[in-house]
């Protein structure tokens, strides 16, 4: 669920990255294949991959926004890190095809023929990826959808595959066309590394996986810090798509009003909602020394 603001800057940072991409592989795209360039034309197809991916997280990854329903009752928030692993994906498999065919390239010789022009098509495309990047990072303050967090790091690395093509096309404007197709396949790397790293992060969110331990620490620490809590059992912190859910059992004293307890209730998980990576907490009242637990969680 989002303010209809976020969601509007949301969609504005993804389209930001449909046009920037499809600027990038025209002018990389064109060059690469008029001159005959293996990293032009290996950059500009990471950046294929990277329009696909923009343009499924800018029809698929709005979900984040909609609400709980009958059929999805914690929200959509999986939505989003599917959409990122998706990325991911698309990212390491071009990324291997761009690296085989590079080092057939470096095996089998290239007829590259060098041309200001090949210059001039990487530096429109390293201004515009920094741009877009610059963009969809400020629009991602305050959001931090992993999501954009994919598309962001996609332009930042994008920036250092072009900085890698410009290197292997001035090595050609040097005599050494065989710099071409080695910096194809450092770009090709690269691209698969950021592919894996973009896909670990969100399988951690879509697996369930649990918290870091110092953040499963605070939220302990927070729930003993209330006056009428004597312990914590049962404490379970794990992701639930990009944000945390957080269940415990509290105990308090049993001579406790019903109503007691719901306050003091509410007042937690007002305070644990309170960190900025949670997004649902589900409390459970024990009385003191029912004898669920072994070792108190607080000593008195």
């Known amino acids: 669920m989002g303010t209809r603001s976020e969601r509007s800057r ?3 940072a993804t389209w930001a990255n449909v046009i920037g991409n499809t600027a990038k592989i025209l002018a990389e795209g064109g060059a690469g294949l008029a001159f005959g360039s293996a990293a032009l034309v290996a950059d500009a197809a990471h950046s294929i991959a990277d329009l696909v991916a923009s ?60 041309s ?68 194809g396949a450092l770009v090709s790397l690269l691209v698969v590394y950021q ?3 973009i896909a670990r992060e969100n399988l951690t969110y879509l697996s369930g996986r649990a918290a870091p331990q110092d953040r499963r620490s605070e939220i302990r620490e927070v729930l003993l810090a209330h ?44 305070t644990v909602l309170g960190f900025d990576d949670v997004g649902d907490v589900h409390l459970h009242l024990d009385p003191e020394g029912v004898g669920e637990w072994e070792t108190p969680d607080r000593a008195d």
């Open 55 to 114: 343009l499924v997280v800018l029809v698929w990854g709005d979900s984040r926004f909609e609400d709980a329903d009958t059929d999805h009752p914690h929200g959509h928030a999986r939505i989003e890190p599917l959409t990122a692993l998706f990325v991911g994906g698309v990212i390491v498999l071009l990324g291997g095809y761009l690296l085989s065919e590079s080092l057939l390239g470096v095996l089998g010789g290239t007829d590259i023929e060098f």
């Open 227 to 270: 006056e009428s809590v004597y312990g914590v059992h049962d404490l379970a912190v794990f992701y639930e798509g990009p944000q945390l859910e957080v269940e415990a059992h509290v105990e308090v004293a049993g001579e406790l009003t019903l109503e007691e307890a719901h306050s003091i209730e509410s007042t937690l998980v007002e």
């Open 10 to 12: 949301f969609a504005r």
């Open 116 to 183: 200001p022009v090949l210059v001039g098509a990487l530096g429109v495309a390293i201004l515009d990826m920094y741009l877009v990047y610059r963009y969809t990072d400020r629009m991602n303050e305050g959001l931090d959808a992993p999501a954009l967090r994919a598309l962001a790091a996609d332009c930042l690395n994008d920036l250092y595959t072009s900085v890698g093509a410009l290197v292997g096309v001035l090595g050609v404007a040097l005599g050494v066309s065989l710099f071409d197709p080695l910096a």
């Open 195 to 197: 592919g894996v790293t």
